[in-house]
């Protein structure tokens, strides 16, 4: 067991001098990810709001006119287009007037009307795949509650539908959690992989060679303040989440808080790995984000990782956010059990002690111990 020696004391009280002496380096841990949280929370969405549509109808009928006027009124509709021939309709698309049209046949009402099923042509620009998709599912559930059958290929009755954990389907609420093991992810990754190489930039690194201190104590005091900052900036955005964005935290906060700490600390391994190869700070801002954001895009945060190929499914395993996204979306809509936090909680602790193993390998190298 490592004792708190008078050493590793001062250690640790000079990392957080450096990095809260200055006025600049609190501005950049505080107010750009709070700023971010803000913004990202209502930029980073994948709702479909404002969608312009174009319709042609050709029947004119009681049931067209109903379908025509659910659609108008529905939330996610900004304006329709009312066209009079295919042409025109084509002609909206490929100017990228609107994201979709919709072709009602001269037959669609009296279909309708004698209980056969009533078909809608539904034209989505492939150019806007994820919105026209989007869009295109709503329309279906528009068509359901009309009565009439699905728009696009089933006769099948509708069926209910209900979400669970989140049944107004607010986006918000996976983004915002997310947000907060994202941001505080880069921060612990920014203030870890800067400590040696500011050292070394600034020319104290040889200073540290000859100090009392050994490598161990220097390695765990680069390792502190990291720790200390990313824990308390992911527990005020987990607060933030709750309290600023009236996202319900159903979880377990006992549960919560020793998993924050794990993946932080799995995070300020793979940043002294990072800040042990690099000789300037340039270099270490480089190598966090060359670092960083291949981990967000395969954590499950935009993508699901059941959708990534097999090789990259397993690389998304070593990945601690991916584990630690689960259990922060699951403690705040899911109250998400204790076995289930455990079993992403463990590949946290095997990634903490691997990290934190190399970087030591690293920076004793550096070291010359």
């Given at each position: 067991?490592?004792?708190?020696?008078?050493?590793?004391?001062?250690?640790c009280?000079?990392?957080?001098l450096?990095?809260?002496?200055?006025?600049?380096?609190?501005?950049?841990?505080?107010?750009?990810?709070?700023?971010?949280?803000?913004?990202?929370?209502?930029?980073?969405?994948?709702?479909?709001?404002?969608v312009?549509?174009?319709?042609?109808?050709?029947?004119?009928?009681?049931?067209s006119?109903?379908?025509?006027?659910?659609i108008?009124?529905?939330?996610?509709?900004?304006?329709?287009?009312?066209?009079?021939?295919?042409?025109?309709?084509?002609?909206?698309?490929?100017?990228?007037?609107?994201?979709a049209?919709?072709?009602?046949?001269e037959?669609?009402?009296?279909?309708?009307?004698?209980?056969?099923?009533?078909?809608?042509?539904v034209?989505?620009?492939?150019?806007?795949?994820?919105?026209?998709?989007i869009?295109?599912?709503?329309?279906?559930?528009?068509?359901a509650?009309?009565?009439?059958?699905?728009?696009v290929?089933?006769?099948?009755?509708?069926?209910?539908?209900?979400?669970?954990?989140?049944?107004?389907?607010?986006?918000?609420?996976?983004?915002?959690?997310?947000?907060?093991?994202i941001?505080?992810?880069?921060?612990?990754?920014?203030?870890?992989?800067?400590?040696?190489?500011r050292?070394?930039e600034?020319?104290?690194?040889?200073?540290?060679?000859?100090?009392?201190?050994?490598?161990?104590?220097?390695?765990?005091?680069?390792?502190?303040?990291?720790?200390?900052i990313?824990?308390?900036?992911?527990?005020?955005?987990?607060?933030?989440?709750?309290?600023?964005?009236?996202?319900?935290?159903?979880g377990?906060?006992?549960?919560?808080?020793?998993?924050?700490?794990?993946f932080?600390?799995?995070?300020?391994?793979?940043?002294?790995?990072?800040?042990?190869?690099?000789?300037?700070?340039?270099?270490?801002?480089?190598?966090?984000?060359?670092?960083?954001?291949?981990?967000v895009?395969?954590?499950?945060?935009?993508?699901?990782?059941?959708?990534?190929?097999?090789?990259?499914?397993?690389?998304?395993?070593?990945?601690p956010?991916k584990?630690?996204?689960?259990?922060?979306?699951?403690?705040?809509?899911?109250?998400?059990?204790?076995?289930?936090?455990?079993?992403?909680a463990?590949?946290?602790?095997?990634?903490?002690v691997?990290?934190?193993?190399?970087?030591?390998?690293?920076?004793?190298?550096?070291?010359?111990?």
């Amino acid at each position: 067991m490592l004792r708190l020696s008078p050493t590793l004391r001062a250690q640790c009280v000079k990392e957080f001098l450096c990095l809260l002496r200055d006025p600049r380096s609190r501005y950049v841990l505080i107010v750009p990810p709070l700023m971010q949280l803000l913004v990202f929370a209502f930029a980073a969405t994948l709702d479909v709001r404002n969608v312009d549509l174009a319709v042609l109808d050709r029947d004119h009928g009681r049931w067209s006119h109903e379908l025509v006027a659910r659609i108008g009124a529905a939330a996610f509709v900004g304006r329709l287009h009312a066209v009079h021939d295919r042409a025109a309709l084509h002609a909206a698309i490929d100017r990228r007037e609107v994201v979709a049209a919709l072709d009602i046949p001269e037959t669609f009402s009296r279909d309708v009307a004698a209980g056969r099923t009533g078909r809608v042509q539904v034209i989505v620009d492939g150019r806007r795949a994820n919105a026209g998709q989007i869009t295109l599912g709503y329309l279906q559930r528009i068509a359901a509650d009309l009565g009439a059958p699905e728009t696009v290929t089933s006769s099948a009755a509708p069926a209910a539908v209900r979400h669970w954990f989140n049944p107004n389907l607010v986006y918000r609420w996976f983004v915002v959690p997310s947000l907060a093991g994202i941001l505080s992810m880069f921060v612990a990754l920014l203030v870890t992989a800067l400590s040696i190489a500011r050292e070394r930039e600034l020319g104290t690194f040889d200073q540290l060679l000859v100090s009392p201190a050994t490598p161990l104590e220097i390695i765990v005091a680069k390792t502190v303040p990291a720790l200390v900052i990313g824990t308390a900036l992911g527990l005020l955005m987990v607060t933030a989440g709750v309290v600023g964005f009236g996202i319900p935290f159903t979880g377990s906060f006992a549960l919560l808080l020793p998993c924050l700490v794990l993946f932080i600390l799995s995070v300020v391994g793979i940043g002294l790995m990072v800040s042990s190869i690099c000789a300037t700070q340039q270099q270490a801002i480089l190598g966090t984000f060359a670092v960083g954001v291949p981990m967000v895009i395969m954590s499950g945060f935009a993508t699901p990782v059941e959708n990534m190929p097999p090789v990259l499914q397993g690389l998304a395993q070593a990945i601690p956010l991916k584990h630690f996204l689960v259990i922060v979306q699951g403690c705040f809509v899911k109250a998400l059990p204790a076995a289930d936090v455990f079993a992403n909680a463990w590949p946290m602790l095997v990634i903490a002690v691997v990290t934190l193993g190399l970087s030591t390998v690293f920076v004793r190298a550096r070291l010359g111990a």
